[in-house]
Protein backbone atom coordinates (compact mmCIF):
# COMPACT_ATOMS: atom_id res chain seq x y z
CA UNK A 1 0.00 0.00 0.00
CA UNK A 2 2.70 2.42 0.35
CA UNK A 3 4.45 1.75 -1.99
CA UNK A 4 1.43 2.60 -4.46
CA UNK A 5 1.02 5.55 -2.52
CA UNK A 6 4.93 6.31 -3.10
CA UNK A 7 4.12 5.67 -6.67
CA UNK A 8 1.32 8.26 -7.06
CA UNK A 9 2.73 10.63 -5.49
CA UNK A 10 6.12 10.22 -7.79
CA UNK A 11 3.47 10.23 -10.48
CA UNK A 12 1.43 13.56 -9.49
CA UNK A 13 4.89 15.66 -8.50
CA UNK A 14 6.64 14.16 -11.96
CA UNK A 15 3.48 15.59 -14.49
CA UNK A 16 2.68 18.66 -11.85
CA UNK A 17 2.67 21.58 -14.30
CA UNK A 18 3.08 25.37 -14.15
CA UNK A 19 1.44 25.88 -18.20
CA UNK A 20 -1.67 24.81 -18.92
CA UNK A 21 -1.77 26.04 -22.95
CA UNK A 22 -1.70 22.14 -23.66
CA UNK A 23 -3.67 21.21 -26.43
CA UNK A 24 -4.01 17.08 -25.94
CA UNK A 25 -3.04 16.54 -22.59
CA UNK A 26 -5.52 16.19 -19.69
CA UNK A 27 -4.35 18.18 -16.58
CA UNK A 28 -2.92 14.70 -14.76
CA UNK A 29 -0.18 15.16 -17.60
CA UNK A 30 0.22 19.44 -16.90
CA UNK A 31 3.46 20.12 -17.51
CA UNK A 32 6.61 20.32 -15.60
CA UNK A 33 8.87 23.16 -15.72
CA UNK A 34 12.01 21.88 -17.28
CA UNK A 35 14.59 22.09 -15.17
CA UNK A 36 17.46 20.16 -17.08
CA UNK A 37 20.18 21.63 -17.80
CA UNK A 38 21.88 21.31 -21.34
CA UNK A 39 24.83 18.97 -19.19
CA UNK A 40 21.67 16.76 -17.67
CA UNK A 41 21.20 14.55 -20.35
CA UNK A 42 20.53 11.13 -19.23
CA UNK A 43 20.53 11.52 -15.31
CA UNK A 44 17.35 10.55 -13.42
CA UNK A 45 15.27 14.06 -12.56
CA UNK A 46 16.37 14.56 -9.68
CA UNK A 47 12.88 15.99 -9.06
CA UNK A 48 11.27 12.56 -9.34
CA UNK A 49 12.77 11.15 -5.85
CA UNK A 50 11.12 13.75 -3.52
CA UNK A 51 8.19 13.38 -2.24
CA UNK A 52 4.82 14.83 -3.15
CA UNK A 53 2.38 17.42 -2.23
CA UNK A 54 -1.81 18.03 -1.78
CA UNK A 55 -3.49 19.11 -4.73
CA UNK A 56 -4.34 22.23 -2.47
CA UNK A 57 -0.83 23.55 -2.51
CA UNK A 58 -0.77 23.14 -6.45
CA UNK A 59 -3.29 25.86 -6.30
CA UNK A 60 -1.18 28.79 -5.90
CA UNK A 61 -1.27 32.29 -7.72
CA UNK A 62 1.31 31.13 -10.11
CA UNK A 63 -0.74 28.26 -11.55
CA UNK A 64 -3.48 31.04 -12.80
CA UNK A 65 -3.97 30.47 -16.63
CA UNK A 66 -5.01 33.56 -18.00
CA UNK A 67 -7.81 32.63 -20.94
CA UNK A 68 -9.10 35.10 -23.31
CA UNK A 69 -12.17 32.96 -23.00
CA UNK A 70 -12.66 33.73 -19.47
CA UNK A 71 -12.36 37.72 -19.71
CA UNK A 72 -14.91 37.36 -22.46
CA UNK A 73 -17.14 35.22 -20.34
CA UNK A 74 -17.10 38.06 -17.46
CA UNK A 75 -18.05 40.44 -19.54
CA UNK A 76 -21.27 38.65 -20.64
CA UNK A 77 -22.66 36.61 -17.79
CA UNK A 78 -25.92 36.37 -19.45
CA UNK A 79 -24.11 34.25 -22.75
CA UNK A 80 -24.87 30.45 -23.40
CA UNK A 81 -21.87 28.52 -23.61
CA UNK A 82 -21.10 26.91 -26.19
CA UNK A 83 -18.80 23.35 -26.33
CA UNK A 84 -16.31 25.40 -28.02
CA UNK A 85 -16.19 27.92 -25.10
CA UNK A 86 -15.26 25.14 -22.78
CA UNK A 87 -12.45 23.55 -25.79
CA UNK A 88 -10.98 26.65 -25.80
CA UNK A 89 -11.02 26.99 -21.87
CA UNK A 90 -9.71 23.84 -21.67
CA UNK A 91 -7.55 23.32 -24.38
CA UNK A 92 -9.42 20.39 -25.85
CA UNK A 93 -9.33 18.48 -28.75
CA UNK A 94 -11.95 20.31 -31.20
CA UNK A 95 -13.03 16.97 -31.60
CA UNK A 96 -14.27 16.40 -28.26
CA UNK A 97 -17.70 15.14 -26.78
CA UNK A 98 -18.80 16.52 -23.76
CA UNK A 99 -20.94 14.06 -21.83
CA UNK A 100 -24.48 14.61 -21.72
CA UNK A 101 -25.45 17.36 -19.35
CA UNK A 102 -22.38 18.92 -19.81
CA UNK A 103 -23.12 22.24 -20.73
CA UNK A 104 -26.57 22.50 -19.15
CA UNK A 105 -24.71 22.54 -15.69
CA UNK A 106 -21.72 24.73 -16.74
CA UNK A 107 -24.77 26.98 -17.95
CA UNK A 108 -26.30 27.44 -14.87
CA UNK A 109 -23.10 27.46 -13.00
CA UNK A 110 -20.17 27.86 -14.32
CA UNK A 111 -17.31 27.97 -11.91
CA UNK A 112 -14.83 27.43 -15.04
CA UNK A 113 -15.66 30.76 -16.40
CA UNK A 114 -15.91 32.69 -12.84
CA UNK A 115 -13.15 32.00 -11.44
CA UNK A 116 -9.25 32.66 -12.09
CA UNK A 117 -8.26 29.04 -13.91
CA UNK A 118 -6.73 27.15 -11.59
CA UNK A 119 -4.80 23.88 -12.02
CA UNK A 120 -7.11 22.15 -9.53
CA UNK A 121 -10.04 23.85 -11.40
CA UNK A 122 -8.69 22.39 -14.42
CA UNK A 123 -8.12 19.02 -13.09
CA UNK A 124 -12.03 18.65 -11.72
CA UNK A 125 -13.05 19.95 -14.75
CA UNK A 126 -11.29 17.49 -16.96
CA UNK A 127 -12.53 14.60 -14.37
CA UNK A 128 -15.79 15.26 -14.92
CA UNK A 129 -15.09 15.30 -18.53
CA UNK A 130 -13.86 12.09 -18.49
CA UNK A 131 -10.37 12.32 -18.30
CA UNK A 132 -8.22 10.29 -16.64
CA UNK A 133 -10.79 7.40 -16.02
CA UNK A 134 -10.53 4.07 -17.50
CA UNK A 135 -14.07 4.12 -18.12
CA UNK A 136 -13.39 6.94 -20.92
CA UNK A 137 -12.12 4.45 -22.73
CA UNK A 138 -12.85 1.08 -24.34
CA UNK A 139 -9.85 -1.34 -24.60
CA UNK A 140 -10.16 -3.52 -27.80
CA UNK A 141 -7.76 -5.82 -29.20
CA UNK A 142 -3.92 -6.80 -27.82
CA UNK A 143 -1.30 -4.78 -29.90
CA UNK A 144 1.81 -6.08 -28.42
CA UNK A 145 3.90 -7.15 -25.13
CA UNK A 146 6.89 -4.71 -25.01
CA UNK A 147 9.60 -4.17 -22.75
CA UNK A 148 7.54 -3.28 -19.84
CA UNK A 149 4.16 -3.03 -20.60
CA UNK A 150 1.05 -4.12 -22.34
CA UNK A 151 -0.45 -2.36 -25.66
CA UNK A 152 -4.00 -2.37 -26.00
CA UNK A 153 -5.87 -0.74 -28.60
CA UNK A 154 -8.77 1.46 -27.88
CA UNK A 155 -10.86 4.09 -28.72
CA UNK A 156 -12.02 6.98 -26.68
CA UNK A 157 -15.40 7.78 -25.61
CA UNK A 158 -14.82 11.44 -25.75
CA UNK A 159 -13.54 11.94 -29.56
CA UNK A 160 -14.78 8.30 -30.80
CA UNK A 161 -10.82 8.37 -32.22
CA UNK A 162 -8.76 5.30 -32.12
CA UNK A 163 -6.15 5.12 -29.10
CA UNK A 164 -2.93 3.03 -28.10
CA UNK A 165 -3.61 1.91 -24.19
CA UNK A 166 -0.19 1.49 -22.78
CA UNK A 167 -0.89 -0.65 -19.37
CA UNK A 168 1.74 -0.71 -17.16
CA UNK A 169 0.79 -2.85 -14.08
CA UNK A 170 1.71 -1.84 -11.10
CA UNK A 171 1.90 -5.27 -9.14
CA UNK A 172 5.22 -6.37 -11.03
CA UNK A 173 8.40 -5.40 -10.18
CA UNK A 174 9.84 -2.08 -8.76
CA UNK A 175 11.30 -0.74 -12.54
CA UNK A 176 8.26 -0.32 -14.10
CA UNK A 177 6.63 2.48 -12.79
CA UNK A 178 10.56 4.72 -12.68
CA UNK A 179 10.21 3.75 -17.21
CA UNK A 180 6.70 5.13 -17.16
CA UNK A 181 6.95 8.32 -14.94
CA UNK A 182 10.26 8.97 -17.10
CA UNK A 183 7.86 8.16 -20.35
CA UNK A 184 5.30 10.16 -18.95
CA UNK A 185 7.61 13.29 -18.12
CA UNK A 186 9.51 13.54 -21.42
CA UNK A 187 6.53 13.13 -23.13
CA UNK A 188 4.43 15.55 -22.31
CA UNK A 189 7.14 18.52 -23.39
CA UNK A 190 7.71 16.54 -26.35
CA UNK A 191 5.19 18.01 -29.08
CA UNK A 192 6.39 17.24 -32.84
CA UNK A 193 4.56 15.99 -36.01
CA UNK A 194 6.81 13.10 -35.63
CA UNK A 195 6.30 11.98 -32.18
CA UNK A 196 3.91 10.43 -30.74
CA UNK A 197 1.01 12.21 -28.92
CA UNK A 198 0.41 11.50 -24.84
CA UNK A 199 -3.70 12.33 -24.89
CA UNK A 200 -4.01 11.67 -21.31
CA UNK A 201 -2.83 9.21 -18.05
CA UNK A 202 -5.15 7.05 -15.66
CA UNK A 203 -3.86 5.78 -12.70
CA UNK A 204 -5.57 3.30 -10.63
CA UNK A 205 -4.57 1.18 -7.95
CA UNK A 206 -3.33 -2.06 -9.89
CA UNK A 207 -2.19 -0.09 -13.21
CA UNK A 208 -0.70 2.98 -14.88
CA UNK A 209 -2.28 3.46 -18.27
CA UNK A 210 -0.59 5.81 -20.69
CA UNK A 211 -3.05 7.10 -23.57
CA UNK A 212 -1.64 7.81 -27.04
CA UNK A 213 -2.75 8.42 -30.47
CA UNK A 214 -3.20 5.04 -32.35
CA UNK A 215 -1.09 4.50 -35.49
CA UNK A 216 -1.71 1.46 -37.65
CA UNK A 217 1.42 -0.45 -37.45
CA UNK A 218 5.49 -0.32 -36.00
CA UNK A 219 7.86 0.08 -38.53
CA UNK A 220 8.63 -3.84 -38.23
CA UNK A 221 4.98 -5.03 -38.78
CA UNK A 222 4.96 -2.43 -41.99
CA UNK A 223 8.24 -4.34 -43.10
CA UNK A 224 6.67 -7.98 -42.89
CA UNK A 225 3.57 -6.24 -44.38
CA UNK A 226 5.72 -5.50 -47.55
CA UNK A 227 7.47 -8.49 -47.92
CA UNK A 228 10.73 -6.66 -46.60
CA UNK A 229 10.78 -4.48 -49.41
CA UNK A 230 9.69 -0.66 -49.12
CA UNK A 231 9.76 1.17 -51.88
CA UNK A 232 13.30 3.26 -52.00
CA UNK A 233 11.40 6.65 -51.67
CA UNK A 234 9.46 5.20 -48.98
CA UNK A 235 12.74 4.67 -47.37
CA UNK A 236 13.71 8.14 -47.45
CA UNK A 237 10.99 8.96 -46.38
CA UNK A 238 10.47 7.66 -43.29
CA UNK A 239 14.29 7.82 -42.72
CA UNK A 240 13.74 11.74 -42.68
CA UNK A 241 10.90 11.57 -40.59
CA UNK A 242 13.01 9.65 -38.19
CA UNK A 243 15.91 11.83 -38.48
CA UNK A 244 13.46 15.16 -37.94
CA UNK A 245 11.82 13.89 -34.51
CA UNK A 246 14.83 12.66 -33.66
CA UNK A 247 16.72 16.67 -34.22
CA UNK A 248 13.65 18.14 -32.44
CA UNK A 249 14.71 15.55 -29.31
CA UNK A 250 18.36 15.76 -29.53
CA UNK A 251 18.18 19.61 -29.45
CA UNK A 252 16.22 19.37 -26.29
CA UNK A 253 18.91 16.91 -25.02
CA UNK A 254 16.53 14.05 -24.93
CA UNK A 255 18.38 10.78 -26.20
CA UNK A 256 15.83 8.00 -27.36
CA UNK A 257 17.90 4.97 -26.64
CA UNK A 258 16.05 2.33 -27.52
CA UNK A 259 15.58 3.31 -31.58
CA UNK A 260 14.19 -0.34 -33.07
CA UNK A 261 11.81 -0.56 -35.81
CA UNK A 262 9.40 -1.94 -33.27
CA UNK A 263 9.28 1.55 -31.60
CA UNK A 264 8.41 3.56 -34.86
CA UNK A 265 5.09 3.96 -35.57
CA UNK A 266 3.39 4.69 -38.85
CA UNK A 267 -0.20 5.56 -39.70
CA UNK A 268 -1.74 5.24 -43.36
CA UNK A 269 -0.62 8.54 -44.60
CA UNK A 270 2.86 7.60 -44.35
CA UNK A 271 3.71 9.17 -41.23
CA UNK A 272 6.24 8.06 -38.62
CA UNK A 273 6.60 9.13 -35.02
CA UNK A 274 8.72 7.89 -32.63
CA UNK A 275 7.75 6.24 -29.76
CA UNK A 276 8.57 4.51 -26.28
CA UNK A 277 10.52 6.85 -24.62
CA UNK A 278 10.38 4.04 -21.70
CA UNK A 279 14.59 4.35 -21.48
CA UNK A 280 14.90 7.88 -22.98
CA UNK A 281 16.13 9.16 -19.40
CA UNK A 282 17.22 5.07 -17.29
CA UNK A 283 20.70 5.50 -15.47
CA UNK A 284 22.05 2.40 -17.99
CA UNK A 285 20.69 0.56 -20.33
CA UNK A 286 19.07 -2.71 -19.49
CA UNK A 287 19.55 -6.30 -20.56
CA UNK A 288 16.57 -7.58 -19.66
CA UNK A 289 13.01 -6.29 -19.72
CA UNK A 290 10.50 -6.90 -16.55
CA UNK A 291 9.37 -10.41 -18.23
CA UNK A 292 13.00 -11.14 -18.40
CA UNK A 293 13.12 -10.90 -21.97
CA UNK A 294 16.58 -10.62 -23.57
CA UNK A 295 16.57 -6.47 -24.90
CA UNK A 296 17.80 -6.19 -28.23
CA UNK A 297 21.55 -5.60 -29.04
CA UNK A 298 20.69 -5.00 -32.78
CA UNK A 299 20.69 -1.21 -32.60
CA UNK A 300 23.30 -0.63 -30.23
CA UNK A 301 26.92 1.55 -30.70
CA UNK A 302 29.84 -0.19 -30.88
CA UNK A 303 31.41 2.09 -28.33
CA UNK A 304 28.42 0.97 -25.37
CA UNK A 305 29.01 -2.07 -26.59
CA UNK A 306 32.55 -2.05 -25.25
CA UNK A 307 31.23 -0.53 -22.21
CA UNK A 308 31.30 3.50 -22.60
CA UNK A 309 28.99 5.37 -20.96
CA UNK A 310 29.61 8.39 -22.42
CA UNK A 311 25.81 8.89 -23.58
CA UNK A 312 25.08 11.67 -25.57
CA UNK A 313 23.31 12.25 -28.62
CA UNK A 314 25.19 10.03 -31.35
CA UNK A 315 23.80 6.76 -29.23
CA UNK A 316 20.88 7.09 -31.34
CA UNK A 317 23.12 7.87 -34.54
CA UNK A 318 24.04 4.31 -34.81
CA UNK A 319 20.64 3.06 -34.61
CA UNK A 320 19.69 5.00 -37.55
CA UNK A 321 22.14 3.65 -39.75
CA UNK A 322 20.71 -0.28 -38.27
CA UNK A 323 17.26 0.78 -39.32
CA UNK A 324 18.14 2.58 -42.61
CA UNK A 325 20.26 -0.55 -43.34
CA UNK A 326 17.04 -2.75 -42.23
CA UNK A 327 14.87 -0.98 -44.51
CA UNK A 328 16.49 -0.34 -47.85
CA UNK A 329 17.37 -4.50 -47.98
CA UNK A 330 14.55 -6.03 -45.71
CA UNK A 331 17.38 -7.42 -43.25
CA UNK A 332 18.30 -6.21 -40.17
CA UNK A 333 22.39 -5.54 -40.30
CA UNK A 334 23.75 -6.53 -37.21
CA UNK A 335 21.66 -9.38 -35.58
CA UNK A 336 23.71 -10.59 -32.89
CA UNK A 337 22.74 -12.64 -29.44
CA UNK A 338 25.81 -11.60 -27.55
CA UNK A 339 27.72 -8.36 -27.39
CA UNK A 340 30.41 -11.00 -28.39
CA UNK A 341 28.26 -11.70 -31.46
CA UNK A 342 26.87 -8.37 -32.31
CA UNK A 343 30.56 -6.78 -32.22
CA UNK A 344 31.87 -9.76 -34.40
CA UNK A 345 29.25 -9.12 -37.17
CA UNK A 346 29.89 -5.38 -36.92
CA UNK A 347 33.74 -5.69 -37.27
CA UNK A 348 32.91 -8.29 -40.25
CA UNK A 349 31.34 -5.62 -42.31
CA UNK A 350 33.54 -2.21 -40.69
CA UNK A 351 36.44 -3.76 -40.37
CA UNK A 352 38.15 -4.78 -37.01
CA UNK A 353 39.35 -1.53 -35.60
CA UNK A 354 43.26 -0.47 -35.13
CA UNK A 355 44.39 2.40 -33.47
CA UNK A 356 44.37 4.53 -36.96
CA UNK A 357 40.04 3.38 -37.34
CA UNK A 358 39.56 3.82 -33.47
CA UNK A 359 41.97 5.95 -31.31
CA UNK A 360 42.27 3.57 -28.32
CA UNK A 361 40.87 0.86 -28.90
CA UNK A 362 43.64 -1.16 -28.89
CA UNK A 363 43.87 -0.46 -24.84
CA UNK A 364 40.22 -0.98 -24.37
CA UNK A 365 40.28 -4.41 -22.03
CA UNK A 366 37.49 -5.81 -23.15
CA UNK A 367 37.99 -5.26 -27.03
CA UNK A 368 41.27 -7.19 -26.51
CA UNK A 369 39.80 -9.78 -24.57
CA UNK A 370 37.53 -10.75 -27.32
CA UNK A 371 40.91 -11.33 -29.58
CA UNK A 372 38.27 -10.58 -33.00
CA UNK A 373 40.25 -11.75 -36.41
CA UNK A 374 41.68 -8.82 -38.16
CA UNK A 375 39.11 -8.41 -40.62
CA UNK A 376 39.33 -5.83 -43.59
CA UNK A 377 36.36 -3.13 -44.01
CA UNK A 378 34.03 -4.45 -46.63
CA UNK A 379 32.36 -2.21 -49.09
CA UNK A 380 28.66 -0.80 -48.22
CA UNK A 381 27.58 -1.37 -51.81
CA UNK A 382 27.92 -4.74 -51.93
CA UNK A 383 25.65 -5.20 -49.13
CA UNK A 384 23.40 -2.13 -49.96
CA UNK A 385 22.43 -3.17 -53.59
CA UNK A 386 19.06 -0.49 -53.68
CA UNK A 387 20.44 2.20 -52.24
CA UNK A 388 21.95 4.63 -54.54
CA UNK A 389 25.45 6.62 -54.06
CA UNK A 390 24.52 9.43 -51.67
CA UNK A 391 22.28 6.68 -49.11
CA UNK A 392 25.22 4.74 -49.11
CA UNK A 393 27.43 7.96 -48.32
CA UNK A 394 24.79 8.54 -45.56
CA UNK A 395 24.84 5.26 -44.43
CA UNK A 396 28.60 4.98 -43.95
CA UNK A 397 28.45 8.23 -41.92
CA UNK A 398 25.94 7.07 -39.61
CA UNK A 399 28.19 3.72 -39.06
CA UNK A 400 31.30 5.33 -37.70
CA UNK A 401 32.44 3.54 -34.53
CA UNK A 402 33.18 6.63 -32.40
CA UNK A 403 29.93 8.55 -31.17
CA UNK A 404 31.86 12.15 -32.22
CA UNK A 405 32.46 10.93 -35.65
CA UNK A 406 29.18 9.93 -36.64
CA UNK A 407 26.88 12.69 -38.27
CA UNK A 408 24.28 14.27 -36.37
CA UNK A 409 20.04 14.56 -36.36
CA UNK A 410 20.28 17.89 -38.33
CA UNK A 411 23.01 17.70 -40.41
CA UNK A 412 21.87 14.24 -41.47
CA UNK A 413 18.25 16.18 -42.69
CA UNK A 414 20.61 18.12 -44.88
CA UNK A 415 22.92 15.40 -46.73
CA UNK A 416 22.30 15.42 -50.17
CA UNK A 417 20.65 12.42 -50.26
CA UNK A 418 17.57 14.23 -49.47
CA UNK A 419 18.09 17.09 -51.78
CA UNK A 420 15.36 15.70 -54.04
CA UNK A 421 12.50 16.70 -51.35
CA UNK A 422 12.93 20.41 -51.79
CA UNK A 423 14.11 22.65 -49.30
CA UNK A 424 10.80 23.02 -47.16
CA UNK A 425 11.07 19.86 -45.51
CA UNK A 426 13.68 21.40 -43.49
CA UNK A 427 12.38 24.41 -42.29
CA UNK A 428 8.43 23.00 -41.38
CA UNK A 429 7.14 24.51 -38.57
CA UNK A 430 7.76 21.65 -35.24
CA UNK A 431 4.12 19.88 -35.37
CA UNK A 432 3.61 20.05 -39.51
CA UNK A 433 3.78 16.88 -41.26
CA UNK A 434 6.16 16.69 -43.88
CA UNK A 435 2.91 15.23 -45.85
CA UNK A 436 1.51 18.45 -45.91
CA UNK A 437 4.08 20.00 -48.74
CA UNK A 438 2.03 18.56 -51.86
CA UNK A 439 5.08 17.30 -53.50
CA UNK A 440 5.81 14.87 -50.65
CA UNK A 441 3.68 11.85 -51.14
CA UNK A 442 4.24 8.23 -49.91
CA UNK A 443 4.63 5.89 -52.65
CA UNK A 444 2.34 2.93 -53.22
CA UNK A 445 3.98 -0.42 -51.75
CA UNK A 446 3.58 -2.96 -54.85
CA UNK A 447 3.73 -5.92 -52.12
CA UNK A 448 1.97 -4.33 -49.41
CA UNK A 449 -0.37 -6.92 -47.89
CA UNK A 450 -3.73 -5.91 -47.46
CA UNK A 451 -4.74 -5.01 -43.57
CA UNK A 452 -8.24 -6.19 -43.61
CA UNK A 453 -10.21 -5.95 -40.36
CA UNK A 454 -10.72 -9.88 -40.45
CA UNK A 455 -7.12 -9.99 -40.51
CA UNK A 456 -6.57 -8.57 -37.45
CA UNK A 457 -6.32 -11.76 -35.11
CA UNK A 458 -3.37 -12.34 -37.22
CA UNK A 459 -1.59 -9.07 -36.94
CA UNK A 460 -1.87 -9.31 -32.96
CA UNK A 461 0.01 -12.55 -33.10
CA UNK A 462 1.92 -11.12 -35.87
CA UNK A 463 3.34 -7.84 -34.04
CA UNK A 464 3.60 -10.20 -30.43
CA UNK A 465 6.11 -12.82 -32.30
CA UNK A 466 8.30 -10.20 -33.68
CA UNK A 467 8.89 -8.32 -29.89
CA UNK A 468 11.58 -9.15 -28.30
N1 LIG B 1 0.44 4.54 -30.29
C1 LIG B 1 0.48 3.29 -30.75
N2 LIG B 1 -0.27 2.94 -31.81
C2 LIG B 1 -0.22 1.67 -32.28
N3 LIG B 1 0.57 0.69 -31.79
C3 LIG B 1 1.35 0.99 -30.75
C4 LIG B 1 1.36 2.30 -30.17
N4 LIG B 1 2.23 2.31 -29.16
C5 LIG B 1 2.76 1.07 -29.10
N5 LIG B 1 2.23 0.27 -30.04
C6 LIG B 1 2.59 -1.16 -30.27
O1 LIG B 1 2.89 -1.78 -29.04
C7 LIG B 1 4.27 -2.18 -28.99
C8 LIG B 1 4.86 -1.94 -27.59
O2 LIG B 1 4.76 -0.55 -27.29
P1 LIG B 1 5.95 0.26 -26.63
O3 LIG B 1 5.50 1.66 -26.35
O4 LIG B 1 7.16 0.10 -27.49
O5 LIG B 1 6.11 -0.51 -25.25
P2 LIG B 1 7.36 -1.12 -24.53
O6 LIG B 1 8.03 -0.02 -23.81
O7 LIG B 1 6.76 -2.10 -23.60
O8 LIG B 1 8.26 -1.74 -25.59
C9 LIG B 1 4.96 -1.35 -30.10
O9 LIG B 1 6.10 -2.03 -30.59
C10 LIG B 1 3.84 -1.24 -31.13
O10 LIG B 1 3.76 -2.40 -31.93
MG1 LIG C 1 8.97 -0.81 -27.31
Not at 132 to 138: A, Q, S, W
Not at 262 to 275: F, P, V
Not at 393 to 415: P, V, W, Y
Request: include cysteine; charge should be neutral.
Amino acid sequence: MDRMRKIKRQLSLTLRGSNSGDKSLSETIGSQDTAHSDSEIVHEDVKMGSDGESDQASATSSDEVHSPVRVRMRNNPGRKISTEDINKRLSLPADIRLPDGYLEKFSLNSPLFDKPLTRRLRRVSLSEIGFGKLETYVKLDKLGEGTYATVYKGRSKLTDNLVALKEIRLEHEEGAPCTAIREVSLLKDLKHANIVTLHDIIHTQKSLTLVFEYLDKDLKQYLDDCGNCIHMHNVKLFLFQLLRGLSYCHRRKVLHRDLKPQNLLINDRGELKLADFGLARAKSIPTKTYSNEVVTLWYRPPDILLGSTDYSTQIDMWGVGCIFYEMSTGRPLFPGSTVEEELHFIFKLLGTPTEETWPGITSNEEFISYNYPRYRADCLHNHTPRLDNEGVDLLSKLLQFEGKKRISADEAMRHPYFHCLGERVITLPDTTSIFALQDIQLEKEPGMRASSLSDSVNSISHRQSLLF
